[in-house]
Structures are given as structure tokens and as C-alpha cells.
């Protein structure tokens, strides 16, 4: 199960941090944050290996955002910086284990309920 929260409206130039909680095993599983704006379908922002290791960013993000996990505590976390409002969207977590790095949604089976950010300009 995952609850993902955090999210909310900021000015162009802001931050945020997006949370997820998790219930169950983190061993060898990899968290990801997908957005789906208005019109458009989901689409991959980042994803982290079990132990952090291992880290993958969209294009459109990279440089702004920042994905961490705190395993103790069972959070995946994305830090957004330098916010434009082309990335207003619902934000999801998702997590899976045995594919990797992977950017498809549909390699993903557990799936946070989505928090709504919204990027002012």
C-alpha cells in the first residue's frame, strides 16, 4: 500500500517535497514518481533503486528534481526545485521489483492514490 502526499500550489521558481509511505518489503524494489497532466498520459518523472544506488531522471526534470528514499522508514521522496508550471500535474509513486531502471508504467504493479501539484505562473 502507498499513500503519496505533499504536494500543492506554488509559484513558478518554488519548491516542493512530494512523500510516499510504503507498507510492505523494500528489499530490492525500486520506487518511482510518474505525472499525468490533463489530456496527456502518465509519464515518467524519476526512479531509485532499493538502496539509492542507482538513479534515473526524465530529461524535463533533471537538474530540478531529486529523488531519495529513507528505508527505515519505508519514504520515497521527490524534491522539486525551480518548479515551471509545465509541471503541474497529479503526482504518483509507484513501486515494483524485477524490472530494473524502468521508465513503463505499466512495468509498475503498486500505485500511491496521487497528489495534485500546481505550478503558478
Known amino acids: 500500500q502507498l499513500q503519496a502526499y505533499g504536494g500543492g500550489l506554488v509559484q513558478a521558481g518554488g519548491s516542493l517535497r512530494l512523500s510516499c509511505a510504503a507498507s510492505?518489503?523494500?528489499?530490492?524494489?525500486?520506487g518511482g514518481w510518474f505525472r499525468q497532466a490533463p489530456g496527456k498520459e502518465r509519464e515518467f518523472v524519476a526512479v531509485i533503486n532499493w538502496n539509492g544506488g542507482i538513479i534515473n531522471y526524465a530529461d524535463s526534470v533533471k537538474g530540478r528534481f531529486t529523488i531519495s528514499r529513507d528505508n527505515a522508514k519505508n519514504t520515497v521522496y521527490l524534491q522539486m526545485n525551480s518548479l515551471k508550471p509545465e509541471d503541474t500535474a497529479v503526482y504518483y509513486c509507484?513501486?515494483?521489483?524485477?524490472?530494473?531502471?524502468?521508465?513503463?508504467?505499466?512495468?509498475?504493479?503498486?500505485w500511491g492514490q496521487g497528489t495534485q501539484v500546481t505550478v503558478s505562473s
Open positions: 509507484a513501486v515494483q521489483y524485477g524490472f530494473g531502471i524502468s521508465r513503463r508504467p505499466s512495468d509498475y504493479p503498486y
Open positions: 510492505g518489503r523494500t528489499v530490492n524494489t525500486y
